[in-house]
Each structure stands twice: as structure tokens, then as C-alpha cells.
């Protein structure tokens, strides 16, 4: 059973426009939850984490929201530049941050 | 600074073969972690280590083995390959106080026929 999930394999959005994927996640031990960008042929990169105890974090272009209650976060790239392609991967941890889940990815293309 | 590296980018075994993926790291990060992907799956984390000397199980340890002796280095073993072990294995680490931000390697194809 997936304890992370992203429903969406793939997001297609205009350069310029927002950009929005989604992440949802089933357990509630769950304190710390980050995003990362994966190009082809390349390990992942960190982009932005969230702690449980806020509800918004922003850096730059990227902003993440956590809704607690729903267990769901969202990643949001405003605006959106084609330099944004890439595999989006959410990734959730405990308390003690040794043993972090991912989810399967969402493949984000921006067009020109 | 290289960042993390990894070797060999890819590698095909038969079935029963055994072999080491390396991985090293020169940011002196304490915490070094092994995962594998298969397509359409998250990453999943095989092993992990805290510092040199201390090493423990993951999410999907089973057909593998690792060793820290060194601050740098995170080398994992896999004894008697089978298919089911085809998959991408990417290593990473991160400091003590920022175990969240995790920097990888470009990761190991490995395919077993």
C-alpha cells in the first residue's frame, strides 16, 4: 500500500502559467515532507521541504501548502518556464527523519 | 566538490552473479542512503547509514548487504542476483541536521537476465 501518492503521472501547462501538483499520503506519523526535481539521466534534486507545524512555505518560485487534515500538500511553480520539465517527486518522513517515503512522481512539462 | 558519485552508471549480471555498486561522497555528510526505483514506484530505500560504522535496514533490504567504514564512502553488495533486482539505484546523503535535503548520485542501471 502507497503511503505516499501522486495521482497524477503527468502535468501538461503553458510557459508562464501556474504549474500545481499534488501529493497525498496515508500516515499520519508523517511530520516532514519535501519535494524534489528529477531531469532525465540525473539523481534527484532537493527543491523545497514543509515542517507539519506551518502551513506554507515559499522559496522563490515554489511554493508548498500543507493541509494537515486532508494529508495532502500541493507544489505550486508560479510562473511556470519550460526549464521546469522534469519528474516531481514527493517525499514524506517521520519524527526521527531516517526512513523517507516517496511517491511515484509526476512528470511536469512546460510548453513554450 | 563532485557532489555524489556513483559507479558503474549501468551494468547487466546474470542471474546468480554478485556485485558492488559504489557510491562516495565528499561533503562529509553524515547520513548515506541507498535506494532503489523501478518504473512508475517511488524511490525506495534499501539501506541507510547515520555515520561510519552504523548501518540499518530500510523499506526493502532483502538480497543486499552494506558496509560503512568510512565517513565517504556507502558500498552495496548484492549477493546472488536475481531479475527482480533489475531496477535504477540511486545513493545519497545528507547532513545530521538536514536529513530532508538529500543529495543524490545519478544512479546505477542495473539489468539481471
Known amino acids: 500500500d502507497q503511503q505516499v501518492k501522486q495521482n497524477s503521472p503527468s502535468l501538461s501547462v503553458q510557459e508562464g502559467r501556474i504549474s500545481i501538483l499534488n501529493c497525498d499520503y496515508t500516515?499520519?506519523?508523517?511530520?516532514?515532507f519535501l519535494w524534489y526535481k528529477k531531469y532525465p539521466a540525473e539523481g534527484p534534486t532537493f527543491l523545497i521541504s514543509i515542517s507539519s507545524i506551518k502551513d506554507k512555505n515559499e522559496d522563490g518560485r515554489f511554493t508548498v501548502f500543507l493541509n494537515k487534515s486532508a494529508k495532502h500538500l500541493s507544489l505550486h511553480i508560479v510562473p511556470s518556464q519550460p526549464g521546469d520539465s522534469a519528474v516531481y517527486f514527493c517525499a514524506a518522513t517521520d519524527n526521527y527523519g531516517q526512513n523517507f517515503v516517496f511517491g511515484p512522481g509526476t512528470r511536469l512539462s512546460v510548453l513554450p | 566538490n563532485a557532489g555524489v558519485t556513483q559507479t558503474p552508471k549501468f551494468r547487466i549480471l546474470k542471474i546468480g552473479q554478485s556485485m558492488t555498486l559504489q557510491c562516495t561522497q565528499d561533503?562529509?555528510?553524515?547520513?548515506m542512503y541507498w535506494y532503489r526505483q523501478d518504473p512508475g514506484m517511488g524511490l525506495k530505500l534499501i539501506y541507510y547509514?547515520?555515520?561510519?560504522?552504523?548501518?540499518d535496514k530500510g523499506e526493502v533490504p532483502n538480497g543486499y548487504n552494506v558496509s560503512r567504514s568510512t565517513t565517504e564512502d556507502f558500498p552495496l553488495r548484492l549477493e546472488l542476483a536475481a531479475p527482480s533486482q533489475t531496477s535504477v539505484y540511486s545513493c545519497?546523503?545528507?547532513?545530521?541536521?538536514?536529513?530532508?535535503?538529500?543529495?543524490f548520485g545519478p544512479g546505477t542501471r542495473l539489468t539481471v537476465t
Open positions: 561533503m562529509n555528510h553524515n547520513y
Open positions: 545519497a546523503s545528507s547532513y545530521l541536521d538536514r536529513v530532508g535535503e538529500q543529495y
Open positions: 500516515n499520519s506519523m508523517f511530520d516532514y
Open positions: 547509514s547515520v555515520g561510519a560504522g552504523i548501518t
